[in-house]
Structures are given as structure tokens and as C-alpha cells.
């Protein structure tokens, strides 16, 4: 039986077994018209005899399923002749894929060496032994848990306290797992940029205007030491990003107020779906067309007004990356305009404050929390941003604040870093922990700031 087939067979079990119990709690209650007898209701019955029936299995079978393929692995190489079993672990690691590949028959030409038909026809017998014995324990499981439950079924079983604890200790899980991933994170970039760090002084990557971070093979060759000064990418970033800012936030704000106190309900129901079209776009798409129409603009543009515009310049980049996320300000901001209530406008008209007063004096203010919270928003978008700049602004660290020069962002160098074969051993692959770090640092100094805000804000409208 396979794994999937398993998984589908636990779940109808889950599902018989809150049907099976719901029905015990109602027979237990003396019908559907006496279940006030019951200290729960009989879906909490049906609820917690499911979870018996499920978790357990469940769980059985995911630990089962991580550790299958590594026991299944070493038995095997355990069968193999001794020489091939005192091979290196790169060989050895080469075999191993070999039998697995002729087990799901990935090798169809060639001669095969008997030796490994066998291993092969050990792992396939070994996987199918190990997919029976799952399916007869986790079917095991599920029923004793139904047969277990069903049986303790009585009017003063607590299912609903019982139910709800469950539901609490899989929110508890399901938080610490996002804080451990976060941390998780967190440490393996720091333990890459420590690395880095080590042959890379701090004060060079921080305060050196130069970024040229290709490493040569041999000392001869040009560009050998390399230069990691992040200033000129960590600029290019804030100038792309402020430039979309510049864009976005009063486009989006000013639609968003206009959406939520001036137009009428038919206009809004049509003006907002298409304006959140643009977030659905492919950034790709966004990077052709700032590659193929905003920059050429650009650059005729400038051209006819005697100045120097590159080919690829920020300028380009930011505006078309500020279009993309005005939907990011307009939404979020229309939101939490929406939701400022009712009686601060009345109480603004009431004492002769016109429309626009109301909405600079009274409700920009109080949704100042939210409208915040869309720009952050926005802001880490435009950080974190790729292939626009890639196709738009190019991939020269320039050091320079003139939008119509060529520049890059700290997101198109870490993916410039780990393109192809690399090794991470070199300050070269490394830089890019370096400059993950210290973007999650600067991203981490601007929620502070934005948290700061909104507290100030809240606590005045509280």
C-alpha cells in the first residue's frame, strides 16, 4: 500500500470515526431531542473521537516517513560487498543514488552490474515490507483510538474541554514552529556572515565605497582581492526604494481616500478590484516593461533635454516598482480608512468641520496605525524586489545618488552571488549571508520605527 493510499484511508477513518461518535453521544443522551443530558455537544463527541482516531496515526506516520528512506539506506548498504561498503562517502553516496534510480527505474540503457540489480531488488523489498508494516500499524492505531474513545463516551465526559485543549496545544505549535524558523534563519545566516566576517573586516563591508566582490583563482589575475564595500549597494538600494516610495505612497493614499469618502458604491466596486490587479502582475512582466518602454523613455527623454541618462538607470527601476506596489498603500490604507468609525466623522460635522477637514484632522489620524503598517509594507516590497532592477537599473554598484545613472540593490547582488556552481567556502558566496544579515538588520530598525508609531497613534485614539 502506498504512503498516499495510506493517508487517504487514515483520513476516511477520522471522518467514520466523528460520525461513529457523534451518534454514541446522541445514543447516550437519550436522542437527538434529550442531548441537554450531555455535558458537551455531540459534535465535540464526534470532534474528539476523530482526533483520537487521526492524531495519533498521523503522527505515527510522518515520523515513520522521515526516518523510512535513512534505515531503509543503510540496510542496504550494510548488504553490499565489502568493498563497496569501505568506499568514500562520495562514491559510496554515487552507488547509493544508482540503486535508487534502477528501484524507480530511472536507468533504462546500459549493462547492469549484478550487484546492484540485487541491492536494488533489497531496497524494493525492504520499501515494500516497510509500506505493509506502516499501513497495518497506523490502521491499527486509528482504529483502536475510535474503538477506545467511542467506548468512554458518557454524558459527563468533558469532549469539549477535552477538544478545545487539543485545538490550544496545536496553536501553541504551530506559533513556536514560526519562531523557531525564524530563528532558525536567523543563525544559519548569521553563522555564514560570521565566516564571512573572518576574512572580511566589518569596517571594510560597512564603510567601504567599493563593491567588486569577484574573487580570482590564482594572485596574478585581475580582481584577485576583491573589494566587499557595501555602501554603493546598500545606496542603490534606499534610491531605487525611496524613488518607488515617492511613487506609491501619495498615488495610493490619495485613491485610497477618494475610494472610501468620495466615490459612490458602484465606482468603488469597480475602481478597487482593478486597481489590485497590478499586484497580481509577474514581476517579470513589470521588468520588461521598464526594460522595453519606461527606460527607453528615459533615456529619449533626457536625451532631448541635454542630459546624460544610462541605458539602465534607477529612475526606471523605481517608478515602475512604485506602479507595482501602489495596490500594497491603496488597499491596506482603503482598509483601515473603512474601518475608523463612524461616530468620529459624525462628531467632526457635527461641530461644522467640512469633508476634508474631517479626513485630515480626524480620520487620517486615527488610521494612521494601519496606514503606517500598508507603507512598511510597501517599503519591504520594494526591498526586496529583483527583477525589475535586474532588467531596469542593471547590475553595476555604482556609488552615486543620481537616479539617472546605473545602479543595484542589495537582492540582485545576493542573487548575482549564488548563481551557478559556487563554493561556500569563499568570501565571494559568503558576501551574500553578509548582506542578507545586515537587510534583515536595517528591515528589523524599520519595524522598530513603524512600531513605535502606531503605539504613539493608538494609544491618542484608545
Not at 30 to 52: D, E, F, M, N, V
Request: glycine share 8%; aromatic share 8%; net charge neutral.
Amino acid at each position: 500500500m502506498s504512503p498516499a493510499t495510506l493517508l487517504i484511508i487514515l483520513l476516511a477513518f477520522s471522518s467514520l470515526a466523528y460520525y461513529l461518535g457523534r451518534r454514541q453521544a446522541v445514543t447516550v443522551g437519550g436522542g437527538k431531542t434529550q442531548t441537554k443530558k450531555l455535558h458537551s455537544r455531540p459534535t465535540y463527541y464526534g470532534a474528539l473521537t476523530a482526533i483520537w482516531c487521526g492524531i495519533p496515526a498521523l503522527l505515527f506516520f510522518g515520523f515513520w516517513l522521515a526516518f523510512e528512506s535513512n534505515i531503509i539506506t543503510q540496510l542496504v548498504i550494510a548488504d553490499l560487498p565489502e568493498n563497496v561498503r569501505n568506499l568514500p562517502d562520495a562514491r559510496l553516496n554515487l552507488i547509493v543514488n544508482d540503486i535508487r534510480n534502477l528501484v524507480s527505474g530511472n536507468i533504462v540503457s546500459g549493462e547492469i552490474d549484478p550487484a546492484m540489480q540485487a541491492a536494488a531488488d533489497h531496497y524494493r523489498s525492504l520499501k515494500t515490507t516497510s509500506n505493509a508494516a506502516l499501513a497495518v500499524i497506523a490502521i491499527s492505531m486509528a482504529m483502536l483510538g475510535m474503538v477506545l474513545v467511542r467506548s468512554r463516551i458518557k454524558p459527563g465526559l468533558r469532549a469539549r474541554n477535552m477538544v478545545e485543549q487539543v485545538v490550544k496545544i496545536f496553536l501553541i505549535a504551530c506559533s513556536t514552529l514560526a519562531i523557531f524558523t525564524t530563528i532558525g534563519i536567523v543563525l544559519s545566516v548569521l553563522y555564514e556572515a560570521i565566516l564571512f566576517f573572518q576574512a572580511v573586516p566589518v569596517t571594510d563591508f560597512l564603510f567601504g565605497l567599493d563593491w567588486s566582490p569577484q574573487m580570482a583563482i590564482r594572485s596574478d589575475q585581475v580582481g584577485s582581492s576583491g573589494a566587499f564595500g557595501a555602501v554603493p549597494v546598500f545606496l542603490g538600494t534606499a534610491l531605487i526604494s525611496g524613488i518607488a516610495m515617492v511613487v506609491a505612497v501619495p498615488i495610493g493614499l490619495m485613491s485610497a481616500i477618494y475610494l472610501s469618502e468620495y466615490a459612490n458604491k458602484k465606482f468603488r466596486a469597480a475602481a478597487k478590484p482593478l486597481i489590485e490587479i497590478l499586484a497580481g502582475i509577474p514581476t517579470v512582466v513589470y521588468g520588461f516593461f521598464a526594460a522595453l518602454t519606461v527606460a527607453p523613455f528615459i533615456r529619449d527623454t533626457g536625451g532631448i533635454l541635454g542630459l546624460s541618462v544610462s541605458s539602465e538607470s534607477a529612475l526606471a527601476a523605481g517608478l515602475v516598482m512604485g506602479v507595482m506596489i501602489i495596490p500594497f498603500v491603496s488597499s491596506l490604507s482603503d482598509d483601515f480608512i473603512n474601518a475608523v468609525p463612524q461616530a468620529l466623522r459624525d462628531g467632526a460635522y457635527s461641530l461644522g468641520a467640512t469633508q476634508s477637514e474631517t479626513i485630515k484632522q480626524v480620520i487620517l489620524p486615527a488610521a494612521l496605525p494601519g496606514i503606517v503598517g500598508g507603507v512598511l509594507l510597501a517599503v519591504s516590497r520594494a526591498i526586496g524586489e529583483t527583477m525589475i532592477v535586474v532588467m531596469a537599473a542593471g547590475l553595476a554598484a555604482n556609488l552615486t545618488v543620481n537616479p539617472l545613472k546605473t545602479v543595484t540593490t542589495v537582492t540582485v547582488q545576493i542573487v548575482t552571488l549564488l548563481v551557478g556552481d559556487q563554493e561556500f567556502d569563499s568570501p565571494k558566496t559568503l558576501a551574500a549571508f553578509a548582506l542578507g544579515l545586515l537587510l534583515f538588520i536595517v528591515t528589523l530598525i524599520l519595524n522598530v520605527i513603524a512600531l513605535h508609531v502606531v503605539r504613539k497613534y493608538r494609544e491618542q485614539y484608545e
